[in-house]
T-cell receptor, first 116, second 110 residues
Framework: EPEVTQTPSHQVTQMGQEVILRCVPISNHLYFYWYRQILGQKVEFLVSFYNNEISEKSEIFDDQFSVERPDGSNFTLKIRSTKLEDSAMYFC??????????????FGPGTRLTVT | QKEVEQDPGPLSVPEGAIVSLNCTYSNSAFQYFMWYRQYSRKGPELLMYTYSSGNKEDGRFTAQVDKSSKYISLFIRDSQPSDSATYLCAIMDTGNQFYFGTGTSLTVIP
């Protein structure tokens, strides 16, 4: 069964460093998302991406964040200058074309980001 | 006011019990409703989704939506220890943005 994959599973970085989190969505999906979950807290929407551009973003997704789909398979989240409060689990998700009648998202296993 | 509210629990039930999990939401524009299950340190796993008021059944799981009350529920029949997890409700608005509840932690005791 197809699944969303994410790498690395755990990333440790120093405050102020740039990190890139990588995701490979399910191959026929067209909508891509990033979420974060701070330990013990709710899953928070960061950004959605469709047709090579951001379609929605939350207040969390400030200028420190960017997303990119550099090729036909990868979807990345970059944090330019990490802060301690960026420590969280970051989930990538993808959705099939909405013309299929479904909007459900399929989540990857997550990347645990630890900023020291 | 939070977009989606969910009782975090924890909820502990004996094996075989019927479990009821609930969320309320504030925005009447919300149109698509999902339930996810999340095991510790794993990504959310989609259980069920629906976009209309009423019930939707899938095996031991039933999702219920009451748009007039802005209330959604997930019922688990004949609960099993393997159902022990955190259950998240999620709702999509008309702008393709998803809002998650805080999750309800469920433990099914053998």
């Amino acid at each position: 069964e197809p699944e969303v994959t994410q790498t690395p599973s755990h990333q440790v970085t120093q405050m102020g460093q740039e990190v890139i989190l990588r995701c490979v969505p399910i191959s026929n999906h067209l909508y891509f998302y990033w979420y974060r979950q701070i330990l013990g807290q709710k899953v928070e929407f960061l950004v959605s991406f469709y047709n090579n551009e951001i379609s929605e973003k939350s207040e969390i997704f400030d200028d420190q964040f960017s997303v990119e789909r550099p090729d036909g398979s990868n979807f990345t989240l970059k944090i330019r200058s990490t802060k301690l409060e960026d420590s969280a689990m970051y989930f990538c998700a993808s959705s099939p074309p909405w013309t299929s009648g479904s909007y459900e998202q399929y989540f990857g296993p997550g990347t645990r980001l630890t900023v020291t | 006011q939070k977009e989606v509210e969910q009782d975090p629990g924890p909820l502990s039930v004996p094996e075989g019990a019927i479990v009821s999990l609930n969320c309320t939401y504030s925005n009447s524009a919300f149109q698509y409703f999902m339930w996810y299950r999340q095991y510790s340190r794993k990504g959310p796993e989609l259980l069920m989704y629906t976009y209309s008021s009423g019930n939707k059944e899938d095996g031991r799981f039933t999702a219920q939506v009451d748009k007039s009350s802005k209330y959604i529920s997930l019922f688990i029949r004949d609960s099993q220890p393997s159902d022990s997890a955190t259950y998240l409700c999620a709702i999509m608005d008309t702008g393709n943005q998803f809002y998650f509840g805080t999750g309800t932690s469920l433990t099914v005791i053998p």
